[in-house]
């Protein structure tokens, strides 16, 4: 089983950028398509971007044309750019392999956008 380690949230003022990495581990990273998952206080985890094992890319509408999901499969790192930030960008991260039930969740990184 893949073992996710997420970093890089933080405290950003809206409008602000953060870039959110993701470090795979235990098995080949490169064949997985991999996600980014967002879950804010009191509400369902939601997709946010696919990013496949041939590099396509898919997003939640509400973050098209300020997120980027992209991957670097030979340091098996998953990365989500993020660009003019909102509040309700906030939320905590989660990175996954999508593998079924076999996929793993990483711990999560907080992203807070506030002023």
């Known amino acids: 089983q893949m073992h996710l380690v997420e970093s890089g949230g933080a405290l950003v003022q809206p409008g602000g950028s953060l870039r959110l990495s993701c470090a795979g581990s235990?098995?080949?990273?490169?064949?997985?398509?991999m996600a980014w998952y967002r879950q804010a206080p009191g509400k369902q985890r939601e997709l946010v971007a696919i990013?496949?094992?041939?590099?396509?890319?898919t997003y939640v509408d509400s973050v098209k044309g300020r997120f980027t999901i992209s991957r670097n499969n030979a340091k098996n790192t998953l990365y989500l750019q993020m660009n003019s930030l909102k509040p309700e960008d906030t939320a905590v991260y989660y990175c996954?392999?999508?593998?079924?039930?076999?996929?793993?969740w990483g711990q999560g990184t907080q992203v807070t956008v506030s002023s």
């Open positions: 996954r392999n999508q593998n079924g039930w076999r996929g793993s």
């Open positions: 235990g098995s080949i990273f490169s064949i997985y398509d």
């Open positions: 990013i496949t094992r041939s590099y396509t890319t």
